[in-house]
């Protein structure tokens, strides 16, 4: 079935978030429900005009894993991991299937693992890579020092203070210029704004590849910034608490020398609401 035919039967999805970071769940499991799923992410996805969200997530069959998890972006490009939506994930299979409270999911970044307690959803990220310890970018009016790091998806760091004074204006230029900077394309990359509080407390505000726009929380821009906080500014922990505009996201892991591993991101859950899709799309 194509996007712009008439469906038969309704599509039943979830709205979830993780700290303000929103996804339209769907469960195609079994693998019955052929959507052309990058064109119904921008339309799903776009506020006002329909349910509105940061992205779409699909479950699907795996032989290797208990699911596919599938991720889009709201302008429909697939993304190869999401901290968040996976957290979202994994709240959204414990309670409807009957893989019970641990599960492991099939990504383009990688297998990753996650469990269940309560509200708060944790999930093992993949293994860092790609870590890149300063890069100056010129803007013309000054020169930005920009650390990188993949942790699941690339993802730049810039250290400044207070960030929670920045101007959405602010915040939307420089993100959008690094996002698209010619070192880091064809790709491009996440931007993380960082501001160290404290020992292993940091504030971090992110605009995202593929919403351009700043986000409420991300979860893989959580882990890149802990990971760089510490190896940067020596900030101690793990773990870190990670303030977010949607809330406090908790980063922990393991280092062995330069190696870093065991990449953990927990948080709350919130589950918006359940619907159906009918018709046209």
Known sequence: MMLHEKQVQPIYFSKMSGHGNDFIIVDNSHGNIPMDWEKCAPVWCSNHLSIGADGLLVLEPSRIADFVLRIFNSDG?????????????????????????????ETMAGVVKAYVMGKTAYVQLTEPSELHKGITLNTGATKLMVYTINTGVPHAILFKDHVSEMSPDELARLGKFVRYHEAFQPEGINVNFVEVMGPGLIRVRTYERGVEAETMACGTGAAASAILSHIVRGTGGPPFHVQMPGGVLKIDFTKNDAVFGDVWLAGEVSWIYDGEIRGEV
């Open 77 to 105: 490009s697939e993304a190869e991991m999401c901290g968040n939506g996976t957290r979202c994930a994994a709240s959204f299979v414990a309670k409807r299937m009957s893989t019970g409270s641990s599960m492991v999911f």
